[in-house]
């Protein structure tokens, strides 16, 4: 049976609406502030972007349409959430950056009523920007999420939040916060996690310092944040609890694919400027690009698109099919983090001195995808747990055969 890879219609012209705003609209402002979201203005920016979106029909492709979005699902959102990708500054204009993105996913899925109509509903319409409180100093919870260490109790009216989060992507600014925090058990223990959904003018939380990272394309920053005595209603708790690790799952797995969807565009970007370079610089005689280490990196680049976008479209297929897809994630990710910093990186080599240079967008596109190798999980963890399921399944098919 064949296997149609065609997109609806809608999702096409969708795409290529997003294309043409991004190309036309959103790249000339990545240039001019040479990717820097917070020296272009922060949130007075991303207002900007985010309106110069909804008047060209393209904000918020993944919403709910209840929520003023377009209601996508996982495959539909990858070509559209690539052509935004293609500039840096695109997913803040589309509010498909992180963690709004992913924190829309996931609220859509869990968030009672209530929750929704004053959490979602602002977030889709990009009223407010957000954070997801889960990463710890050590020893507290990092790639080892087991490791979580804030803690929340029962008290009058509600839970007491105690606990320090560091690397909290847009927390400088955000409306609110989703803090996963253990309610049971101690720390390596599994289970015992709880969210909970907290407004980011309640007593006892604080922002600190920015951590100075590579990367200058998302608003907000990534800081430290400071949960001190922080007490929250029941109704604050998102879901139910104890079960907060298995809620994340319902946030992570897309996650990481829409992380894959956004640096391929930044990639095919830096390939696309490469590949038009050595097309018309002479040297030794021919062209760059009529020559064969060139052409060689090239054709690697070309492979390695290709690559990406079948392993997400695997993925994607399965969590649209309501499968947990804990592998075909896993693998999406790895392969695409990898290979996404060699074909920026391949690019710059193509270019020679320009490549390194700020004439050119591949320095900066180099300095935001390369942390991707290690947030949403490590390149080591997701090849540590592709090779756990690997062993487990030979031993199940042992035991079943005697």
């Not at 935004?84 to 204009?93: I, Q």
């Not at 954070?131 to 020893?139: G, L, S």
């Not at 392993?311 to 947990?324: F, K, N, V």
């Amino acid at each position: 049976m064949a296997i149609d890879l065609s997109l609806p219609p809608e999702v096409q012209a969708l795409a290529d609406r997003t294309g043409s705003f991004i190309r036309d609209h959103v790249l000339p402002l990545e240039d001019a502030h040479n990717g820097d979201i917070a020296a272009a203005g922060g949130d007075r920016f991303r207002e900007q972007l985010q309106q110069a979106a909804r008047d060209a029909g393209v904000f918020a492709p993944h919403a709910p349409v209840e929520y003023g979005g377009h209601g996508l699902g996982m495959c539909d959102r990858a070509p559209v959430f690539e052509a935004a990708g293609y500039s840096l500054f695109g997913p803040t204009a589309l509010n498909i950056a992180a963690p709004d993105e992913g924190n829309v996913h996931m609220l859509a899925h869990i968030a009672n009523p209530e929750q929704k109509l004053q959490y979602l509903a602002p977030l889709a319409h990009g009223e407010v920007r957000s954070a997801f409180a889960m990463t710890e100093p050590a020893p507290g919870a990092g790639s080892d999420p087991s490791a979580l260490a804030t803690r929340a109790v029962r008290a009058e009216g509600g839970w007491r939040i105690n606990g320090t989060k560091y690397f909290i992507t847009g927390a400088d600014g955000a409306g609110f916060f989703i803090i996963m925090a253990r309610t049971s058990g101690e720390p390596g223990q599994r289970g015992g996690a709880t969210m909970f959904l907290a407004p980011a003018d309640t007593p006892g939380i604080r922002v600190g310092r920015h951590l100075d990272t590579l990367d200058r394309s998302m608003v907000g920053g990534h800081c430290e944040v400071f949960f001190d005595d922080v007490l929250v209603p029941e109704s604050a708790v998102l879901g139910e609890v104890d079960r907060g690790f298995e809620y994340a799952q319902v946030r992570l797995g897309p996650a990481r694919m829409t992380h894959v969807m956004r640096w391929l565009g930044a990639a095919r970007r830096g390939h696309d400027v490469a590949v038009a370079h050595v097309a018309r610089r002479q040297g030794f005689g021919a062209r760059l690009g009529d020559l064969g280490m060139v052409q060689k990196m090239i054709a690697d680049n070309e492979i390695d698109i290709a690559a990406t976008r079948a392993l997400l479209t695997r993925a994607c297929w399965e969590l649209d099919r309501g499968e947990p897809a804990a592998n075909a994630t896993s693998i999406a990710k790895t392969f695409a983090a990898e290979a996404i910093f060699r074909i920026v990186d391949r690019s710059m080599q193509m270019c020679g001195g320009l490549g390194v240079s700020g004439d050119l967008p591949l320095a900066r596109l180099s300095r935001e995808v390369r942390p991707f190798r290690i947030y949403d999980g490590p390149s080591e963890v997701h090849r540590w747990a592709i090779a756990k399921r690997a062993v487990g399944a030979a031993e199940r098919a042992l035991r079943d055969s005697e």
